[in-house]
């Protein structure tokens, strides 16, 4: 095969799992959300479903991912603030070395459980392809809101939307 018919072939592959990739993330809007069991910092066993009757905020994040590190802080100030009155987060580590991600909580001073995804089972689930990618999930247990990446101001939007699920 030439060159140029290989890269089309790649480029048209790439594509199609591109796209397969944004539907999966547009489909989980509206849809219940994938339960799933994760081991957290704590050492227990997390699961999702437990959450149910409370709005949850579910990150997804990693050590080499400079925005995550940004964002970790103000997820963090979110979590103090709303926690108290019916919000979760649970922000999941998508590293291979899940000390590293450990560490790096402990130094942003992280309250809001930490959960280790090192197979990426629940990343595949959620067709993560960004870091970080956020999900805001209702108390109802539904998908509301998929996040893709960070830039400075996105936690506003984040504040606006915790408050309009807290009211339902």
Same mark, same amino acid.
């Given at each position: 095969?030439?060159r140029?018919?290989?890269?089309?072939?790649?480029?048209?592959?790439?594509?199609?799992?591109?796209?397969?990739?944004?539907?999966?993330?547009?489909?989980l809007?509206?849809?219940?959300a994938?339960?799933?069991?994760?081991?957290?910092?704590?050492?227990?066993?997390?699961?999702?479903?437990?959450?149910?009757?409370?709005?949850?905020?579910?990150?997804?994040w990693a050590?080499?991912?400079?925005?995550?590190r940004?964002?970790?802080?103000l997820?963090?100030?979110?979590? @103090?603030? &709303?926690?108290?009155?019916?919000? $979760? %987060? +649970?922000?999941?580590?998508?590293?291979?070395a899940?000390?590293?991600?450990?560490?790096?909580?402990r130094?942003?001073?992280?309250?809001?459980?930490?959960?280790?995804?090192?197979?990426?089972?629940?990343s595949?689930?959620?067709?993560?392809?960004?870091?970080?990618?956020?999900?805001?999930?209702?108390?109802?247990?539904?998908?509301?809101?998929?996040?893709?990446?960070?830039?400075?101001g996105?936690? @506003?939007? &984040?504040?606006?939307q915790?408050? $309009? %699920? +807290?009211?339902?």
């Open positions: 095969m030439r140029p018919a290989l890269l089309l072939c790649l480029l048209a592959a790439t594509t199609a799992l591109l796209s397969t990739v944004h539907a999966a993330q547009a489909d809007r509206g849809r219940a994938p339960d799933f069991a994760l081991k957290s910092l704590g050492g227990q066993n997390l699961r999702l479903s437990e959450l149910r009757g409370e709005v949850v905020m579910v990150n997804f050590t080499w991912c400079g925005p995550c940004q964002e970790m802080p997820l963090n100030q979110i979590y @103090q603030r &709303y926690h108290p009155v019916g919000f $979760e %987060l +649970l922000g999941v580590n998508i590293d291979d899940t000390d590293r991600a450990a560490g790096m909580a130094t942003l001073g992280v309250n809001f459980p930490v959960l280790f995804d090192d197979g990426k089972s629940v595949r689930l959620y067709g993560v392809n960004t870091m970080p990618m956020t999900l805001l999930i209702g108390r109802d247990g539904t998908v509301r809101y998929v996040h893709q990446g960070y830039e400075r996105y936690e @506003q939007t &984040y504040l606006d915790v408050r $309009e %699920l +807290l009211k339902e």
